[in-house]
């Protein structure tokens, strides 16, 4: 029988008591032996290092990547002392359902499952976690796409919630790619990101990955090293046990597949100055004016074509369609409700960092290759649009609202030479009816 994944806030004292135990045994391999492969510096460095792995982002391999890292990493904690570990597996971090009394669950602050310099703010939760995994049926969409496809990289799961929980949620050395994995939240965070692409295949019958045959790095010497190896949790020895709130999440139907055909595709003009990147660093917004679809248009997107992966910090754009004679009050709910459709966020690209030792990014000042050094992000825009495309769809714009990731400890940060490194190049209206 597969072994149980649990949620961290079920844990009991003897559960949470072997983990921490099996942790520290992989740590205290690394203080003898910083280049032991079983040691904890080792599986930590394994996210980031160009030279043994390194992980991959921005591609259809993102999650199962991730998967075979938790995976090797939980057989060394059941093999580091048994019998008491033999059973011991990652506890997952369901920040869907967060505990009322901390912004962390409470195994965090034990003194071995710690880690200085989180975000301790209060920080808003990603808003589309849920819904990603409920309403997009497409995998490519979902997951990521093949490195070769010519436009396309990151996934929805990826590109949102992944993204801001790293920079703007946590923060400390999850911020960044190179230390991310030294935090302990690391594990228990990757743990809640592989349950919801668990829960995906469930809704969606196991679709075949699309790289099955491409090689996991970091992993080469695995008997298990390929995507096709890591597509099933069962196989692989262990299934996540769900708590009520997460059946009663999880427990809505499926949405009907639909299929659209693309009818329109048309540039967006800025609203107040051709010099839109200037306008961007001046006031940290930009806006466009929205040209009104074909009548017979059923669902639209915003597309913001080939915008810069950064390397200096991390950030995200905050999207609305309002009306032109509407002021802009980003701060006020009722405004973000109304007006609000969607975010997208950047995380600082792998291999640029190069502020701890062991077997981080060795001084690499450029994304290692597998790494995209560009995305493509849509905003669906479907209910501002389409319901009044015969009334006043030109009189609306849409405004981007550049957020910089807080420091490290969530603190207030402005870079100036980050919001440098934004180019927006083409951002497109494209306008779909069913086929």
Not at 133 to 157: A, Q
Not at 310 to 326: N, Q
Request: charged fraction near 25%; aromatic fraction near 10%.
């Amino acid at each position: 029988m597969a072994k149980k994944r649990r949620d961290i806030n079920d844990l009991d004292e003897n559960h949470i008591s072997d983990y921490i135990h099996a942790l520290n045994i992989l740590r205290a391999r690394s203080e003898q032996n910083p280049d032991d492969e079983a040691g904890y510096d080792f599986q930590a460095g394994l996210h980031n290092d160009p030279f043994i792995g390194p992980c991959e982002h921005g591609n259809d391999l993102f999650l199962a990547w991730h998967r075979s890292h938790l995976n090797y990493f939980e057989k060394l904690l059941q093999e580091a002392d048994p019998p008491r570990t033999a059973n011991v597996t990652i506890p997952y971090w369901d920040w869907l359902h967060p505990e009322t009394n901390g912004k962390f669950p409470a195994a965090f602050a034990r003194p071995d499952l710690f880690m200085p310099g989180r975000n301790d703010s209060p920080t808003e939760l990603p808003p589309d976690t849920l819904q990603i995994v409920i309403e997009e049926m497409d995998w490519n969409e979902f997951g990521g796409f093949p490195k070769e496809h010519p436009t396309r990289n990151y996934g929805k799961l990826e590109l949102g919630p992944h993204n801001y929980m790293h920079p703007f949620y946590i923060g400390g050395r999850m911020a960044r790619p190179s230390t991310a994995a030294e935090d302990p939240i690391y594990w228990s965070f990757h743990a809640f990101i592989d349950l919801l692409w668990a829960e995906w295949q469930r809704r969606n019958n196991m679709p075949p990955p699309t790289s099955p045959d491409a090689d996991l790095r970091g992993f080469l010497t695995k008997p298990r090293h390929k995507v096709s190896d890591f597509q099933k949790t069962t196989d692989l020895d262990y299934e996540y046990e769900y708590t009520d709130k997460l059946n009663q999440a999880f427990g809505v139907g499926q949405p009907e597949h639909v299929r659209r055909e693309l009818l329109t595709e048309d540039s967006l003009r800025p609203l107040f100055s051709d010099e839109l990147n200037s306008e961007l660093r001046r006031t940290l917004r930009a806006q466009f004016t929205l040209p009104s679809p074909p009548a017979a248009t059923e669902t639209a997107y915003v597309r913001l074509q080939d915008l810069k992966v950064p390397t200096i910090g991390s950030y995200m754009f905050r999207a609305y369609v309002h009306p032109k004679d509407e002021p802009f009050k980003n701060d006020n709910p009722d405004f973000q409700h109304q007006y609000g459709v969607g975010y997208v966020a950047l995380w600082k690209s792998h291999g640029t960092d190069n502020t701890h030792g062991g077997h981080g990014d060795h001084g690499h000042d450029s994304p290692p290759a597998h790494h995209p050094s560009s995305c493509t992000v849509g905003f669906d825009v479907s209910r501002q649009l389409v319901g009044i495309i015969h009334e006043n769809a030109s009189e609306l714009v849409l405004t981007l609202q550049y957020i910089p990731a807080p420091g490290p400890a969530g603190e207030p940060q402005s870079n100036p030479d980050l919001v440098k490194e934004v180019q927006l190049a083409d951002v497109l209206l494209e306008a779909y009816i069913q086929s």
